[in-house]
């Protein structure tokens, strides 16, 4: 099993562009989550999948979207990005919601907006 | 806010010795507690978890300790190795899926 992939591995941006950072898991997990790490932080919550066809936002929503078609895939999309999202972006995902079932992490994704 | 909090950035441990790192909450909702290891250029890895049900849980090396009453928590690695080395995150949820990081904790196990 890979777990958890991501791409791109880093990426740097200009003030107005788009992307969209990859995430796939192979684990079969229903669950799956974009968390962003700024320097001397603790991970935050971005958006969040219970399964496909089904998103919440996180703590820190603004700026992003997500959409989740299969299992397997769960892609973030900025649309205007802005130097305030310059960040390590990480992917992970868990079997279920239950606060017992671990969560999984990809290598995250580094990005820099200019 | 930060309602889990990790005061100390750094810890520096030589090899052999305990290391204890700790973490405090302020969300009086939180009833699980876990800790995550994460090394350079990767994605955090789970390492241990505790119930409020419990005070302690143990794992080889690794015992984490909870104080409820003073909404503390305490990650013990005994004895510390090099390959110890890494980021320590606390994180806490008040159930189901949220989780609630700490800032880290960078320990340094020295030879």
């Known amino acids: 099993n890979a777990g958890v992939t991501q791409t791109p591995k880093f990426r740097i941006l200009k003030i107005g562009q788009s992307m969209t950072l990859q995430c796939a898991q192979d684990m079969n997990h229903n669950y799956m989550y974009w968390y962003r790490q700024d320097p001397g932080m603790g991970l935050k919550l971005i958006y969040y999948?219970?399964?496909?066809?089904?998103?919440d936002k996180g703590e820190v929503p603004n700026g992003y979207n997500v959409s989740r078609s299969t299992t397997e895939d769960f892609p973030l999309r900025l649309e205007l990005a802005a130097p305030s999202q310059t960040s390590v972006y990480f992917c992970?995902?868990?079997?279920?919601?239950?606060?017992?079932?671990?969560?999984?992490f990809g290598p995250g994704t580094r990005l820099t907006v200019l | 806010d930060q309602q889990v909090k990790q005061n100390s950035p750094s810890l520096s441990v030589q090899e052999g010795r305990i290391s204890i790192l700790n973490c405090d909450y302020t969300?009086?909702?939180?009833?699980?507690f876990l800790w995550y290891k994460k090394y350079p250029a990767e994605g955090p890895t789970f390492l241990i978890s505790?119930?409020?049900?419990?005070d302690k849980n143990e794992d080889g090396r690794f015992t984490v300790f909870l104080n409820k009453s003073a909404k503390h928590l305490s990650l013990h690695i005994v004895p510390s190795q090099p390959g110890d080395s890494a980021v320590y995150f606390c994180a806490a949820t008040g159930g189901g899926n949220k989780l609630t990081f700490g800032t880290g904790t960078q320990l340094k196990v020295e030879l």
């Open positions: 969300n009086s909702m939180f009833d699980y």
């Open positions: 505790i119930s409020s049900i419990k």
């Open positions: 999948s219970v399964g496909a066809g089904i998103t």
């Open positions: 992970a995902s868990s079997r279920s919601g239950s606060s017992y079932n671990e969560q999984f």
